[in-house]
């Protein structure tokens, strides 16, 4: 017995990773139909991605009922149908880099409302698709290196995030993730010491590797990326640096398909930022 226990110990670290795509629900893409997403998703799995993650499940009010809430639940339950694994995103707010700027004690009151959002969108998805059918829960709001520099908003992303997994757990429990990102604003010491504070929350971090955004150089970048994560997120885009507003397009076709070539390191998480860009998804998704 205490082999067995040994042995599936052992295991369980790689039966855990997966191979991800993101996608970014957007309005305009409600005129795909099932069709084209089932050839979509016939796509993904033969490139061996075996797990869809939704960015998000509702944009402020987009998604949040009517004709878009409807589409995007029927496109998840294709998602399980196609026996993909679904990491469902939740509430995401379109102001929350600017909010998240306010002095602590606001700062906390708004936490506690994301939390409550959240909680609120998860349990619709109970609903909707079932416990067994919901792989895991991804919180939408990124965490960068600069907002979150001083130890007691470090403590107070800490507090949010292990509530936020707790009252989850109590909806449905499954993994929860969220994402962080660098440009630079701390240390490569530092940063690391900050993914490590709020994955003692039990919320897995997925770190962005900054690809896409080209905001460092890849020598600058890998220093970062040396991070204790749960995954890494994977830019499958590259930024319009001139563009006022954010504008992309895909990475080169060579490099994706590098990249989907690739094992995912045992125990470690990829998911590829987004779907939007890959090639599995042309002519369907607009970019």
Known sequence: MKILLTALLLVAPFANAMNAVMYQPQLRDI??????????LSK?????IDTLVLQWSRYDDAFRDGKSRAWLE???QLTAANDMKLVIGLAADGRFFERQKQPLPALENYLNRLRANDVAVAKRWVDVLGEKSIAGWYISSELDDLRWR???MQQAALSWLSKTRLSLAGVADKPVAVSSFFAGNMTPDSYRKWVTTI????VKVWVQDGAGTQMLTDAERALYLKVPSAGNVIELFRQDKQAKTFK???APAAYQQK?????VPPGQDRVYFSLRYMSAA??????
């Not at 993904?44 to 061996?48: E, P, T």
């Open 31 to 40: 005129t795909v139909t099932d069709a084209q997403w089932q050839s979509v």
């Open 44 to 48: 993904l799995k033969g490139q061996g």
């Open 74 to 76: 029927q496109k998840a």
């Open 150 to 152: 001083d130890p007691k």
């Open 199 to 202: 994955s003692h929350s039990g």
């Open 248 to 250: 992309a397009t895909p």
């Open 259 to 263: 990249w989907l070539a690739t094992p």
């Open 282 to 287: 042309s002519g369907v998704l607009a970019i």
